[in-house]
């Protein structure tokens, strides 16, 4: 049964559970201090620059709110869609433990956009009012669609006059990256961006992120900043070696468009069944398609997947997510299903 609900369900990829066998077999110095870390660490500063302090840590939400932290003083604010992770799906984790308000705006497509950030400055010098400090987006965006360099740039350079930070939720970035080229550090650095959470996870690894101080200067105490936030492991070797094996020789990015290409083949076959409505082409590994309500237990019996927003005119909006590991022949059958039961 092939598993469309979301990329966090695929399996680790080979290499990186060889990479994790690999660093096990003898002992090695603790808390980064090891061969591994420091070969993970020069391959991400290879792709974005020497000097951009790196630091690995567990999970990604983990990655974001330590990011963020790094940004905040407690009187601050954080701008968001209102369908980002760190609003909707983090627990509230990121105004626990940073202390700041998160200002969540509504958008079609998940992209935020200068122009709907103006009215937030109405409130900087107002001392009954949050302070915005931090823009932060994600992607992919959780709508599936990327970023366009020209826009991460206006967000960027909007940030930057009002003395705020653009800070950048990447768990699927390596799906976006490929979208826009391949080439990592011309789509995020290039463009302004301020923090990076490198995503690994969701791209083959077993759970490892990385977070990177595009801007160097907001990197240097950051290491106190993980320590405090219970992210900084002992081994850290085995959640380097699978930063270290996704990065050589370009895996990540082999994998990541895959995963797109994978997304394409099933919309292209989706939006051939009766029934089927495409919310919009997809742009990396999601796709999101309007289904008729009754339809759709009937193939989340097949093919697992997410009811993304319930609808009211009998057909409600759903998410397929593609994966490292998803195949043809997957695709190829989940299609054949839609129209067994949409027929």
């Excluded at 995963?259 to 796709?287: D, S, T, W, Y």
Aim: negative net charge.
């Amino acid at each position: 049964m092939a598993n469309f609900a979301s990329d966090n369900t695929a399996p680790v990829h080979p290499e990186v559970l060889k990479a994790v066998a690999a660093a096990n077999e003898r002992h090695a110095p603790a808390y980064g201090d090891d061969p591994w870390t420091e070969r993970a660490l020069s391959r991400v500063q290879a792709l974005l620059g020497a000097d951009v302090p790196a630091f690995v840590v567990w999970n990604g939400t983990g990655a974001n709110v330590l990011g963020l932290s790094a940004l905040l003083r407690p009187r601050d604010a954080i701008i968001c869609a209102e369908d980002a992770h760190i609003h909707a799906d983090e627990g509230g984790a990121p105004e626990r433990f940073t202390g700041a308000k998160l200002i969540d705006l509504p958008t079609p497509d998940g992209k935020l956009r200068p122009a709907q950030l103006e009215p937030l400055l109405a409130a900087i010098g107002d001392q009954h009012h949050v302070q915005p400090r931090v823009v932060a987006i994600t992607q992919s965006t959780e709508r599936g669609t990327v970023y366009a360099p020209a826009e991460i740039r206006a967000l960027a350079d909007w940030a930057h006059r009002h003395r705020m930070y653009l800070h950048v939720d990447g768990a699927r970035i390596a799906n976006a990256t490929v979208a826009l080229g391949g080439d990592l550090r011309a789509t995020t650095r290039a463009l302004g961006v301020d923090v990076l959470s490198f995503g690994f996870t969701k791209n083959g690894g077993m759970g490892a992120e990385v977070v990177c101080f595009l801007d160097p200067a907001l990197g240097e105490e950051f290491r106190f900043v993980r320590k405090q936030g219970m992210q900084l492991a002992s081994k850290m070797r085995y959640l380097s070696a699978q930063v270290d094996a996704l990065l050589a020789d370009g895996l990540w990015l082999r994998l990541a468009e895959h995963a797109n290409a994978m997304a394409r083949r099933l919309a292209a076959g989706a939006a051939k069944v009766p029934g089927v409505r495409l919310a919009c082409p997809p742009e990396a590994n999601a796709i999101f398609a309007h289904l008729p309500d009754a339809a759709i237990p009937r193939l989340q019996a097949r093919h697992p997947f997410y009811v993304w927003k319930q609808g009211s005119d009998g057909t409600s909006e759903v998410r397929w997510m593609c994966s490292w590991d998803t195949t043809e022949g997957e695709v190829d059958e989940f299609v054949q299903a839609m129209g067994e039961v949409l027929g």
